[in-house]
């Protein structure tokens, strides 16, 4: 199964980019998974703020939590060298 989400995940980001609009380019979606239960989660709330949902508090019977990374492409990354703001790409 993570290999089925790993892989909609990466998909989309592909399709989505190939949208006429998009400029911004990123590389593979760094993907990861997580026991819903593990007791770091709980460690949000001391190092983020208190009120950090936990994975229960947005899915009552949460058993995995998805996270993922979307990196910018090393050709995007060079965009943004120069200068003080954010590149237009």
Same mark, same amino acid.
């Given at each position: 199964m993570r290999d089925i989400i790993t892989e909609e995940?990466?998909?989309f980001v /592909?399709?989505?980019m190939c949208q006429a609009t998009i400029r911004t380019m990123w590389d593979n !979606?760094?993907?990861g998974f997580a026991d819903a =239960?593990? !007791?770091l989660?709980?460690?949000?709330k001391e190092v983020v703020r208190p @009120? +950090? @949902?936990? !994975?229960e508090d947005l899915l009552a019977n %949460? =058993? /995995?939590v998805v996270a993922y990374f979307l990196p910018f492409t090393k050709e995007m990354v060079l965009t943004n060298r120069e200068? +003080?703001? %954010? @590149?237009k790409e």
């Open positions: 995940i990466r998909d /592909t399709d989505h !979606p760094l993907v =239960q593990d !007791p989660f709980e460690e949000l @009120s +950090h @949902s936990m !994975p %949460a =058993q /995995t200068g +003080h703001f %954010a @590149s």
